[in-house]
């Protein structure tokens, strides 16, 4: 389709294993056919994704890289906030290559959706907004200009490979952007506008209006469509279209598939896979369409990722399968792998998907971590969730509940996140702590402030990065963080041990929180024996274990203890 416009350690340890299959933006609040078919997760705990960093950004609000496409010659009467502010493309590689990402400890990058927006404006309730976010799509085919060109995206997804860090594409099947004075509706054939979601049962969450400004996707539907009047012109006046139909045409008679709405979408989503090598989709509103279509999907991306990879085996990270993680809003850890809509439940792991999103951590991080760490581990190593993987986050772009609004806490919100058992999502300016209540903003505008790159200036900036920084390397250096068991070795102050022993790789660690400064002592039972030089990687501070214990002088309250020289700190 002609377009417009891991690290050393684990490789060392043996441990990047392929994982089995399992895995609301903007758009949302809160059957078909198919050839697909139900997946089923493998049994070994996932060591990779369970001990994965994602960091996730609003690419119009990360950085501007390249000022002459803010806004892409848009209209300037967009509500606080709800308008394009000039991230872009250039800035997330500016500081792929400023190793920034690197400094986290960041595994995967997952950045909102890239494809051309509508042109025009919602009137939302809340003012004017447009589709700065990214989940507004009006041509799938396309690279947002505000954003930049094709070949920006590929130097993103090529300098994030060369860096072993992962690329994680935001897809959205369920819903278009709306027709609005600058674009054409979709045909009536493609899309609902009624009835609302209720979300009182299966039926009244799925087959219904998300939003009232935006129409839906018929996934259900088996029945063949045309293409849109507006992407033929479109597609004509740039000198694509007949290749763009000879696509289509090769796509739907490899596959069988009729020409549905949804797999005209599946098509196009793919196509970014097959092409640039996304290593995973994070799948938005996965509870407001089928669960089938994501089954469908992930056969067909997977597909697709083979091929890329069989085309570009200089650029193969390692052998590991596609992934997808899905947003079901409101699904916590501890609903397990069933998730109830009232009338029915549906285990979205057995549907293409290989992680959910935990919304149920931040709810929990504010409380006693040993229990929430505790439950968490055990699910993830011999629970429900075994061989599978969640992803745990603070704040997000939608969620309107996060965890510190005000960033009261912005240490301990890292210390709680990067510590947890199962992958973590840093949101952007988590690390630096971002505002999440902006003065005139509306709802969620609020999480979507431009990224706080001033605070690096400010009094504590560089502080609070740093402790997000040790943390994450931490984090990516010992893969029985996120994967291992974990296990309690004080109570106050708090110290726990994390081990791990899969397919003949060990790692352990020991980690102390709410220490006193200066002087203290750590029990460290028989994870570390006597004699055993080990360092903590917060401080780089070297000491020797003694009687089943560590003891040493540091300037912070948190100990990250692990075998490594003082020399590699």
Not at 100 to 115: Q, R
Not at 244 to 266: K, N, S
Not at 321 to 334: D, T
Not at 484 to 501: I, K, S
Request: include cysteine.
């Amino acid at each position: 389709m002609k377009r417009m416009g891991g690290t050393a350690f684990l490789l060392s340890m043996g441990l990047l294993v392929g994982c089995g299959p399992a895995a609301d933006g903007s758009g949302g609040t809160e059957e078909g056919s198919s050839a697909a078919a139900p997946m089923e997760a493998t049994a070994a705990p996932d060591v990779f994704w369970n001990s994965a960093t994602i960091y996730f950004l609003l690419t119009d609000r990360f950085r501007n890289g390249d000022p002459t496409n803010d806004g892409a010659g848009r209209p300037d009467d967009a509500a606080l906030l709800r308008g394009f502010e000039g991230g872009d493309l250039a800035g997330v590689l500016d500081m792929l290559r400023a190793g920034y990402f690197d400094e986290l400890g960041v595994s995967a990058l997952w950045m909102t959706p890239f494809t051309e927006q509508i042109r025009g404006g919602v009137d939302e309730g809340t003012g004017r907004s447009y589709g700065y976010h990214g989940y507004w799509a009006k041509d799938w085919t396309a690279v947002e200009p505000s954003l930049g060109t094709a070949d920006d995206l590929r130097a993103v997804v090529d300098e994030a490979h060369a860096r072993g860090i992962r690329v994680i594409m935001d897809a959205v099947i369920n819903h278009p952007g709306a027709g609005t004075d600058l674009d054409e509706p979709w045909p009536s054939d493609w899309i609902r506008l009624e009835p609302p979601c209720t979300y009182r049962d299966y039926e009244t969450t799925v087959t219904c209006n998300l939003v009232p400004e935006l129409p839906d996707f018929l996934t259900e539907s088996t029945d063949a469509v045309e293409l849109p009047g507006f992407l033929v012109e479109k597609w004509s006046a740039e000198g694509r279209l007949d290749q763009e139909q000879a696509e289509l045409d090769a796509f739907f008679e490899r596959t069988g598939y009729p020409r549905a709405p949804r797999y005209y979408v599946m098509k196009w989503l793919t196509d970014w896979v097959r092409e640039y090598g996304f290593d995973g989709y994070r799948v938005d509103t996965a509870k407001h369409f089928e669960e089938q279509v994501s089954a469908e999907l992930a056969v067909e991306a997977r597909q697709a990722f083979d091929d890329w990879k069989a085309a570009h085996p200089d650029q193969v990270l390692d052998d590991r399968p596609f992934w997808m993680m899905a947003e079901v809003y409101n699904y916590e850890l501890r609903h397990g792998r069933d998730f109830s809509f009232g009338d029915r439940t549906v285990d979205f792991y057995d549907f293409g998907y290989d992680a959910l999103i935990n919304f149920g951590f931040k709810g929990r991080a504010g409380g006693d971590l040993d229990a929430m760490y505790t439950d968490y581990a055990a699910a993830l190593r011999t629970g429900a969730l075994q061989g599978l993987s969640t992803v745990n986050y603070a704040s997000s772009h939608d969620d309107g509940g996060p965890l510190d609004r005000e960033r009261e806490q912005p240490y301990r919100t890292g210390t709680a996140l990067l510590l947890a058992p199962g992958a973590a999502q840093i949101y952007y300016g988590d690390e630096l702590a971002r505002p999440l209540v902006v003065d005139g903003a509306e709802g969620d505008a609020n999480l979507r402030s431009f990224m706080n790159w001033e605070a690096l200036d400010a009094a504590g900036g560089a502080a609070l990065l740093e402790h997000w920084r040790a943390l994450g390397r931490f984090r990516a250096a010992h893969p029985a963080v996120g994967a291992g068991a974990h296990r309690r070795l004080q109570t106050e102050p708090y110290v726990f041990a994390r081990t791990l022993d899969q397919d003949g790789a060990t790692d352990r660690v020991v980690v102390g929180l709410d220490l006193p400064e200066g002087d203290k002592t750590l029990p460290v039972g028989d994870v570390f024996a006597d004699g055993e030089a080990v360092v903590d990687a917060y401080t780089g501070t070297a000491a020797t274990v003694e009687g089943g214990a560590v003891t040493l002088s540091t300037p912070a309250g948190v100990v990250l203890l692990e075998i490594r020289s003082a020399e590699e700190g």
